[in-house]
């Protein structure tokens, strides 16, 4: 992590915006692609970084309120994996896109006597954690067949 | 409580005398001191109140399904329309949460008399200022109204508060606010409370953030009559002028620097109700001494892993995120090492075979360490009966195997309190001669 390069994005934030209006409604956020990215940058109002690696890119943004989110995509450019931590909740429908319903069901309360527990999502394709506290919420959300070969979890910190 | 309210109503009364204008009427120590019932010395203030552990508002076994709740402290609080001793309305079943601030109540279970009198918040625009409260699973919209408060015999004039759910430009949730994901919280049925008093360790709900005009889970809105839709900057005041919700307890005139909550303990098998209290001030008066408990510092409002956090080590792994949270039902961290039980209703809860003992060690941020040990107990029999309250329950939220990054966190719920005094002091408050913000037990 510490030998991966770092790369400042805000030039390339003009040429995506071109095809903004192409792919705004295409699948943004989570299983979208890379340029989708530009998207969920400009809902959060955040700053992004890029830092290629070996079989994939993480785009790191911080947010105003001094959250931060991550989009992972993988070796074709399609957003593997989103995490956020700090003070609030982003915008997870941007970034979770046409998967933030499963996180949606799993908010139900299914038993009304134990509420207030974490949503979590256990499908074969989609896993969603959560969690937080008052002033830090943080939450991870992974598409397994989307990840790029030899992609341990614990990268996605 | 009819002393108390006599108590309050002539306090509101000494206030309304006093009132200067546009400032915080004055609090008189020795205006709300009924008898001491039974002691020989009559505090100056009435800090304490009952928190009872029951089968919730009456909205909850009138709905569909009918429930009940379970291991929720609920407290009963007072709000009068600012400067009136008879437009006021006692709210019960109101959570006690040490782990969120701020004063919330359904908006619809105040009787439209009252809420018609209480003024909306006014934004630089003139226009009504709205708030979005954000817990892990739900969030809560509505209006910033300001009321005269009381609990035991404690008040705050003027005190902004969040009626959840209200109506008219209210109506209409911010996508800001919902895009957080979860569920709305409207009704007491949906919220399983007809509010919530968060008395946690910080002075305002949002503080900086907020008053940066950012959301810090706690968020501000701007609501012309078209509706509510850009975030505002509001100030963080714990005294009046307000903006922000304050912490009600750090807006109190004395005994404002935290809160000792004092449960009893609970045998395994659970109970239908249980009584307890609370206490307002840390060494403020002679029932609310620190005496020889244990202080835990916590992490501030300026620090990157957010405020009120100290560190569980639990099985060799350091939980720098953890808290005490009487708003918590349950313990929640990850072990996967223990069963999961099997029953549907019970899919997140641990099911141990026989009580089993856990001994995770909290670290405060000086260092200073204390025993966070308790008996986790199966669910099967406890939560199936008629029990309201029960301790030992503890739920993993992240059932993932491996469990991915970022769970970071042991929550000690409610059931780590019963039989523990807890202490919570609040941030930027001296409490019992030690600086807040700690937990002590």
Redo the contacts between chains.
Sequence with gaps: MSKARRVRLGIAVGAVAGSLAVSSGATAGLGGKAPSIQLDRAQLGASLHATPQAGRTTYAMAL???AAVKEFTNATGAVFAV?W??????????L?GSH?QA??AA??????????????V?QSDL?I????????????A?IPSLAPAGFA??D?? | MLRLLIAFAAALMLTACGGGGGSAPTHTGSSGSPSGGGGTTTPAVVNYATVTFDAGPAA?ANGS?A????NEPYVSVTICAPGSTSNCQTIDHVILDT???GLRIISSVINPTLLSALPIERDTGGNSVGECY?????YAFGSVRQADFAIGGEKVANMPFQAIGDTGTFAAVP??C??????AITTA?SF?ANGII?V?T?TT?C?Y?CQ?G????A?YYDCPNSGCSTIIARAAASAAPFQQLPNPVAAFATDNNGTILDFPAVAAAGVTTLTGKVYFGIGTQSNNGLGSAKVLPLST?TS??????LTATYKGKALT?S?L?S????Y?FIDAGLPICTQS?LS?FYCPTAATPLSPTLTATNGATASGAFTLYNPSTT?SGSANVAPGLA?N????T????????F?FGVPFFFGHKVYTAIEGRTAGSVAGPYFAF
Aim: hydrophobic share 25%; proline share 10%; net charge positive.
């Design positions: 105003p309120n001094g995490t931590s700090g003070p609030g909740k982003p915008d997870l429908r941007a979770l933030f996180l949606q908010s139900r309360v299914r038993d009304p006597r134990f509420r207030r527990v974490p949503p979590q256990r896993v954690q959560t969690g937080g506290h008052m002033g830090y919420f943080w939450g991870v992974y979890v614990a996605l910190k | 909850l399904p429930y009940t709740a379970f782990g969120s601030v954000k817990y892990v699973n739900s996508g800001t919902s895009s957080g994901g979860g569920d049925y399983g968060g946690g910080t709900d503080g953030i940066q950012y959301d810090s889970g968020g409002s990157s892993l957010g405020p009120g956090f995120q808290f949270d708003g918590s039902n349950f929640y209703g997140v939560t739920v939220p992240t059932l993932v491996p469990p991915l990054p970022f769970q970071n966190s929550d």
